[in-house]
C-alpha cells in the first residue's frame, strides 16, 4: 500500500471520530507545553541571574572584615575593620584591578517636603566602573572633593523621581541628615538586583561620609575588580596575601576578612536553576507518558470498534504489516498533531510568563525540536502494540464479530 493512501486512510479515520481523536491528542497536547515552558523557562531563569550578577560588577570581589562561617544565622565574626590605607595599597600593589572602598549607612533624606529613608555610600570615583553603574549626567567627584570629603553628592534615579517629582536634580541641596549636599550627578538606571533597588542610593566622598554622618574612619568593604576576565581567582590570592601582610597574620592563622568572588555566587546559582529546570523537565515529561498510555486506550478500542472493518480488508487481500502500518500512521498522526499544538501553546506560554515575571525571553530550538521528536516517538512506541493487535486478527474471526 502507498504511503498517500495510508495517509488517507488515518485521516479519514481520526475525521470520523472527531471528538476522541482531540482528547487523545490532548494529552500530549498537555506535555509537549510543559516541557517546552518548563524548561525554557529555567534557561530563562537562569540568565536572568547571570544577567543581575553582571549588573553588580564585571569580574567583582566583595572584600569584607570579618570571618564568614557557614552554618544556621550564617553569623560573622567581628575583626578590625579595614581603612583608605587598606584600600589604597591594593589599588597600588596589585596590578590590572581597579579598586573602589566602601562605607554604608542608610539616613534620612530630604529634598523640599519629602523625605525617605535612603542607603548612603561614602565611596571614590572607582565605585562606577567597578560596581558597572556609570553616570547619566552630571559629573564624577573631583579630586579636591575626595581629599577633603566635599558635601557634594551622585543619586540614583529613583531618588530623581521620588525626591525632585521632575524637577532638575542638578545643583539642587538634599538634605542628608544630620548634614547636606549638592547634587552634582545622576546614576544611569539599573533596577532590581539581588533584591535591591539600585536606583535608590546617595553616593557622596567616602570622607564626607566618616566626618559628617558617621563619625568614624572605618571602611566596611572594599570593591575590587579584575581588569582582565579570567583573573579573578588569582587575584583573589593576591588580595588575601597582601592583606595578610597588612594586617600582620601569622602563618597557620586563619584570616580575619575573607574575600567573596562573584562569579562563584553566579554559579552557585546557576547551578541551582539548572537543576530546578531539570526537575521541573523530568515531572512535566510525566504528562507526556500519560498521554501515550491515552493513546494505547483509544488505539486499542478503535481495534475493537473497527474489527469487522478489519477483517473485511484482510479478507480481500490486505497483508498483516498494511494493517499494521495504518494504525501505527493514525497514532502518529494524532500524536504529532498533538505535539506541534503543543509547541504552539508551549511557545505562547514561555513569552506570557518570562514577560509577567519580566525575565529575559530564551527560546531553545533543541528544546523544542526535542519536545516534538518525543511526542512523535510517543506515537510509535505506544501505538504499536495496538497497531499488531489488529494486524495479528484472523480474518474469519474478524468477520463474525459483531
Not at 198 to 224: E, S, T, W
Not at 290 to 317: D, F, H, K, P, Q
Request: hydrophobic share 45%; with cysteine.
Amino acid at each position: 500500500m502507498r504511503a498517500a493512501d495510508v495517509l488517507t486512510l488515518a485521516g479519514q479515520a481520526i475525521r470520523r471520530n472527531t471528538l476522541r481523536s482531540f482528547l487523545t491528542t490532548l494529552g500530549i497536547v498537555i506535555g509537549v507545553a510543559s516541557v517546552v515552558t518548563m524548561v525554557q523557562l529555567g534557561q530563562s531563569a537562569t540568565q536572568s541571574v547571570t544577567e543581575r550578577i553582571a549588573s553588580i560588577g564585571s569580574n567583582l570581589l566583595f572584600v569584607i572584615p570579618g570571618t564568614a562561617q557557614r552554618g544556621p544565622g550564617n553569623v560573622r565574626a567581628t575583626a578590625e575593620p579595614f581603612d583608605l590605607a587598606d584600600a589604597q595599597a591594593l589599588a597600588r600593589d596589585i596590578a590590572d584591578v581597579r579598586v573602589a572602598p566602601a562605607l554604608n549607612t542608610t539616613v534620612t533624606v530630604v529634598a523640599g517636603n519629602v523625605n525617605d529613608s535612603v542607603p548612603v555610600v561614602g565611596t571614590t570615583n572607582g565605585y562606577f566602573p567597578v560596581r558597572n553603574h556609570p553616570l547619566a549626567y552630571g559629573r564624577e567627584f573631583q579630586p579636591g572633593e575626595l581629599a577633603s570629603g566635599a558635601a557634594v553628592c551622585v543619586i540614583g534615579q529613583t531618588l530623581v523621581e521620588d525626591l525632585f517629582s521632575g524637577r532638575e536634580p542638578l545643583g539642587a541641596t538634599l538634605r542628608v541628615r544630620p548634614s547636606a549636599c549638592q547634587v552634582i550627578g545622576v546614576l544611569s538606571e539599573k533596577g532590581e538586583s539581588m533584591g535591591q533597588d539600585r536606583d535608590k542610593i546617595v553616593l557622596m566622598p567616602i570622607k564626607a561620609v566618616q566626618r559628617r554622618l558617621v563619625g568614624q574612619l572605618d571602611v566596611d568593604a572594599i570593591y575590587v575588580s579584575a581588569l582582565v576576565d579570567g583573573t579573578t581567582g588569582q587575584v583573589q590570592g593576591q588580595i588575601e596575601s597582601l592583606l595578610r601582610q597588612r594586617r600582620h597574620i601569622s602563618a597557620g592563622a586563619p584570616d580575619d576578612f575573607y574575600v567573596r568572588d562573584t562569579q562563584d555566587i553566579a554559579d552557585a546559582l546557576e547551578g541551582t536553576t539548572r537543576t530546578l529546570t531539570l526537575l521541573l523537565g523530568a515531572i512535566a515529561t510525566v504528562s507526556l507518558l500519560v498521554g501515550g498510555i491515552g493513546i494505547v486506550n483509544i488505539m486499542l478500542v478503535s481495534v475493537t470498534e473497527r474489527t469487522r472493518e478489519i477483517g473485511i480488508r484482510l479478507a480481500i487481500g490486505a497483508r498483516a504489516r498494511d494493517v499494521l502500518m495504518q494504525f501505527l500512521v493514525e497514532a502518529v498522526v494524532l500524536s504529532t498533531l498533538g505535539g506541534l499544538v503543543g509547541l504552539l501553546v508551549g511557545l505562547l506560554a514561555t513569552v506570557g510568563a518570562t514577560w509577567k515575571l519580566d525575565m529575559p525571553l530564551v527560546l531553545s530550538p533543541a528544546i523544542m525540536a526535542l519536545g516534538f521528536g518525543f511526542s512523535v516517538a510517543i506515537g510509535i512506541v505506544f501505538g504499536f502494540v495496538p497497531a499488531r493487535k489488529a494486524a495479528r486478527l484472523n480474518p474469519i474471526d474478524a468477520l463474525r464479530h459483531e
